[in-house]
């Protein structure tokens, strides 16, 4: 079986050979702001994640008047195809992708594989910044049924324990633990406590992907899922710990396997774990 919405993942040879549409624009949005500027794909401009997205004051994301300047100045208008690839199987490509839907733009792509996959391939690179004529963009509405806040979640909790609801924990398993606050490779920084969300069930966003980045089969992303109670009928919520790996798993979610009501809770462990009257869990399932 096909992925319940194909049209929004396409492939390496796919952009290769709409590089040169004038409705489409590339943008690479890696963990490493400055790998773009080593060599990356013709005619793609950069988002950096965090001074692009994020408001500078607050925690917060910029509004839609303010992403309405961006996509302007990057050349987008309301009717482009924006199509998003990065490193790290495009976890934070993943990440921008869910936040511009969040914001309404209607026509999205993800490159399967993203930037390993392409440069795997010797596909061609450049260091070359391209520039294109200012775009004409209104502002979206926000949908808020791609979002969950913390109060939410803590609501939640009484969804998942009815068994109407699931929350879906993507980070690595000694995150899920307690043993580890970070990823294993990172310093542990960022949060009081270790631990997972009560009724969490730790299914690793990586574990969603080949060797080469590409997402696996509809069947194999099941097999990760249903067995575990994450199934279509329910609410879901996803998280990690700053959202950009929850990301990746949302879009697998929603529009791999179709599954109609997901959220990404962007406060994640960096939030639940040092707010004040939320409970933990630690230890496996």
Request: glycine share 8%.
């Amino acid at each position: 079986m096909s992925y319940a919405h194909p049209e929004v993942l396409v492939s390496t040879d796919w952009v290769l050979e709409h590089l040169n549409d004038p409705n489409i624009r590339v943008l690479e949005v890696n963990e490493d702001i400055l790998l773009y500027d080593t060599g990356h794909i013709p005619g793609a401009q950069k988002i950096d994640w965090q001074a692009d997205l994020w408001d500078p004051v607050i925690r917060e994301f910029i509004q839609p008047e303010e992403l309405a300047q961006l996509f302007e100045r990057l050349g987008i208008s309301n009717d482009t195809t924006i199509v998003l690839y990065g490193d790290k199987n495009n976890w934070w490509a993943a990440y921008a992708f869910w936040f511009f839907s969040y914001n309404g733009h209607q026509h999205l792509k993800l490159m399967n594989g993203g930037r390993i996959k392409w440069i795997q391939e010797g596909k061609p690179l450049t260091t070359e910044k391209p520039t294109y004529p200012k775009g004409s963009y209104t502002p979206g509405k926000r949908d808020p049924s791609l979002r969950a806040f913390r109060d939410e979640v803590l609501q939640h909790l009484e969804k998942v324990k009815a068994g109407k609801g699931a929350l879906v924990d993507v980070r690595s398993p000694a995150e899920f633990t307690g043993e580890k606050t970070h990823m294993p490779e990172y310093p542990q920084e960022g949060v009081l406590r270790g631990g997972h969300i009560p009724g969490a069930k730790s299914i690793p966003w990586a574990s969603t992907v080949n060797p080469d980045g590409t997402f696996k089969p509809v069947e194999e992303l099941r097999a990760l899922y249903e067995p575990k109670g994450v199934t279509p009928d329910k609410e879901v919520i996803a998280y990690c710990r700053i959202a950009e790996r929850s990301s990746h798993s949302w879009f697998v979610l929603k529009y791999l396997l179709g599954y109609p009501n997901v959220k990404n809770y962007d406060g994640s462990w960096t939030e639940w774990g040092n707010s004040v009257g939320v409970p933990i869990a630690k230890g496996p399932e």
